[in-house]
């Protein structure tokens, strides 16, 4: 399997506060990477640095290598342009715009570029989340909360990403609808999206996933085989919870 993206000795920092440091990252075709950490531990970061759009460019340094090439220096267009796609914490959705809206913006890159059947991939779109499509006419901000998380994963698709960075995708949903969007992960993989995955529910990120990193104080304190860290005592004791099932 080919090293799709990996990150150098990546650091990122506010001010002078260094947020995270010296990341080596890998995520290889087709797999599902997780990175799971408490609240603060620097994942939202992470995938900010990898796209380029931390809030002061330029703060973070190392290497993000993308298909062999240094993507670094460039700017988060450009990025995007490669393949790589984040989905952010605050999903950023227009809410006075209706779904169909929201998702034909997310191919606006491609319809620029003049790209031939562009719009083919809203009924995919369609095909993977029928909700949205019911919903095609509705005011984005109108919709409930998982209905929001699949029009940001949508609206990302529409982009034909090859690196799909998903930043917290089960934030605030009900045990039932994260199930929901952990199936949707699964079904991108076998679609051949490659998944960098963000999450606080690291049991369901674990199963989910390929491969894992735990992100301590902005630094990386183990990672491995996700069904290794699954039933890693470290991991059991900080993340998992004695006994505990998340969903
Ligand atoms: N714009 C910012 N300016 C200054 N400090 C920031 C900024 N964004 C994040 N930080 C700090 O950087 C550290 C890492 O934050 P980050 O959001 O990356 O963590 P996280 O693991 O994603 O947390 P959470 O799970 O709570 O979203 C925290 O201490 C946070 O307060």
Same mark, same amino acid.
């Given at each position: 399997? +080919?090293?799709?993206?990996?990150? *150098?000795?990546?650091?990122?920092?506010?001010? *002078?506060?260094?947020?995270?440091?010296? &990341?080596?990252?890998?995520? *290889?075709?087709?797999?599902?990477?997780? $990175?799971?950490?408490?609240?603060?531990?620097?994942?939202?970061?992470?995938?900010?640095?990898?796209?380029?759009?931390? !809030?002061?460019?330029?703060? #973070?340094?190392?290497? $993000?290598?993308?298909?062999?090439?240094?993507? =670094?220096?460039?700017?988060?267009?450009?990025?995007?342009?490669?393949?790589?796609?984040?989905? /952010?914490?605050?999903?950023?959705?227009?809410? +006075?715009? /209706?779904?169909?809206?929201?998702?034909?913006?997310?191919?606006?890159?491609?319809?620029?570029?003049?790209?031939?059947?562009?719009?083919?991939?809203?009924?995919?779109?369609?095909?993977?989340?029928?909700?949205?499509?019911?919903?095609?006419?509705?005011?984005?901000?109108?919709? =409930?909360?998982?209905?929001?998380?699949?029009?940001? $994963?949508?609206?990302?698709?529409?982009? *034909?990403?090859?690196?799909?960075?998903?930043?917290? !995708? +089960?934030?605030?949903?009900? !045990?039932? $609808?994260?199930?929901?969007?952990?199936?949707? &992960?699964?079904?991108?993989?076998?679609?051949?999206?490659? &998944?960098?995955?963000?999450?606080?529910?690291?049991?369901? #990120?674990?199963?989910?996933?390929?491969?894992?990193?735990?992100?301590?104080?902005?630094?990386?304190?183990?990672?491995?085989? #996700?069904?290794?860290?699954?039933?890693? !005592?470290?991991?059991?004791? +900080?993340?998992?919870?004695?006994?505990?099932?998340?969903?």
């Amino acid at each position: 399997m +080919s090293i799709l993206l990996e990150t *150098k000795n990546l650091c990122a920092q506010y001010g *002078k506060v260094l947020a995270v440091q010296n &990341i080596n990252l890998k995520v *290889k075709s087709g797999q599902v990477v997780t $990175v799971i950490g408490a609240n603060g531990a620097g994942k939202s970061t992470l995938l900010n640095a990898i796209m380029g759009s931390l !809030p002061v460019p330029g703060s #973070a340094n190392g290497e $993000v290598v993308y298909q062999e090439h240094d993507i =670094s220096r460039l700017i988060v267009e450009d990025r995007v342009a490669n393949g790589l796609c984040l989905v /952010p914490e605050k999903r950023e959705l227009f809410s +006075s715009m /209706p779904v169909e809206d929201n998702l034909l913006l997310g191919g606006f890159r491609r319809y620029r570029a003049r790209e031939k059947n562009w719009r083919d991939t809203l009924d995919e779109v369609y095909e993977l989340f029928p909700r949205l499509k019911e919903r095609r006419m509705q005011n984005a901000g109108t919709l =409930s909360g998982g209905e929001r998380q699949m029009l940001a $994963v949508g609206r990302a698709l529409m982009g *034909k990403p090859k690196v799909l960075m998903l930043d917290e !995708p +089960s934030l605030g949903l009900a !045990p039932l $609808v994260v199930r929901e969007v952990f199936h949707t &992960i699964m079904r991108l993989r076998e679609n051949g999206v490659s &998944i960098l995955l963000v999450e606080q529910n690291a049991r369901a #990120a674990l199963q989910v996933a390929d491969y894992g990193y735990v992100l301590e104080m902005g630094e990386v304190r183990l990672e491995g085989n #996700a069904s290794e860290l699954l039933h890693d !005592p470290r991991v059991i004791e +900080s993340y998992l919870g004695f006994g505990k099932q998340d969903n």
